[in-house]
């Protein structure tokens, strides 16, 4: 059994998603975003992040980070604000002990729709299939963290 947290960073928004594999099985413990005002601070909404982030670490107990990686970016401006959020995240999980995994978007399309252009709303619904909820999870955020979540989990299982 494994326990992997996945996030979507992002200062305005990052999206968690907490999952446990066994095998090919895969169960959703918690998902939903850590959110910051936009009139607040930047170094506010790092430690809101940073806080948030450590009481997540501390209920779920993960093993594991699985975190989007910057692998592109069109706005610098949009760039910066997100490398600050995951720098802030990567140090947490270092300082708790986790295993770090970066993923790419492409990376968790594929291993969540198996078609890495899929589009947002169908690596929603393949996440609700794989993971066995009722509904759609929302917002996009967290739906991006569980696919990363499972992206670990299916990368993880193919060594087993």
Same mark, same amino acid.
């Given at each position: !059994?494994? =326990? %992997?947290?996945?996030?979507?960073?992002?200062?305005?928004?990052?999206?968690?998603?907490?999952?446990?594999?066994?095998?090919?099985?895969?169960?959703?413990?918690?998902?939903? #975003?850590? *959110?910051?005002?936009?009139?607040?601070? #930047?170094? $506010?909404?790092? +430690?809101? %992040? @940073?806080?948030?982030? @450590?009481?997540?670490?501390?209920?779920?107990?993960?093993?594991? &980070?699985?975190?989007?990686?910057?692998?592109?970016?069109?706005?610098?401006?949009?760039?910066?604000?997100? $490398? +600050? /959020? =995951?720098?802030?995240?990567?140090?947490? /999980? $270092? +300082?708790?002990?986790?295993?770090?995994?970066?993923?790419?978007? &492409? +990376?968790?399309?594929?291993?969540?729709?198996?078609?890495? *252009?899929?589009? *947002? =709303?169908?690596?929603?619904? !393949?996440?609700?299939?794989?993971?066995?909820?009722?509904?759609?999870?929302?917002? @996009?955020?967290?739906?991006? /963290?569980?696919?990363?979540? %499972?992206?670990?989990?299916?990368?993880?299982?193919?060594?087993?």
């Amino acid at each position: !059994m494994s =326990r %992997i947290i996945g996030i979507d960073p992002g200062t305005a928004t990052t999206g968690y998603g907490v999952i446990e594999s066994r095998g090919k099985d895969y169960h959703c413990l918690d998902y939903g #975003v850590i *959110k910051t005002p936009a009139d607040w601070k #930047v170094e $506010s909404r790092l +430690q809101k %992040i @940073n806080e948030e982030f @450590n009481l997540l670490l501390d209920k779920h107990l993960p093993e594991t &980070l699985a975190i989007e990686s910057l692998f592109f970016f069109r706005n610098r401006s949009t760039a910066i604000p997100v $490398s +600050q /959020a =995951r720098g802030v995240i990567l140090m947490s /999980a $270092s +300082q708790k002990g986790l295993n770090v995994c970066e993923y790419t978007p &492409l +990376q968790a399309k594929v291993a969540t729709v198996g078609y890495g *252009k899929a589009e *947002k =709303r169908q690596v929603q619904e !393949m996440v609700k299939i794989i993971l066995n909820l009722d509904k759609v999870p929302r917002p @996009n955020d967290a739906a991006d /963290a569980l696919a990363v979540a %499972i992206c670990h989990a299916s990368s993880f299982n193919q060594f087993q």
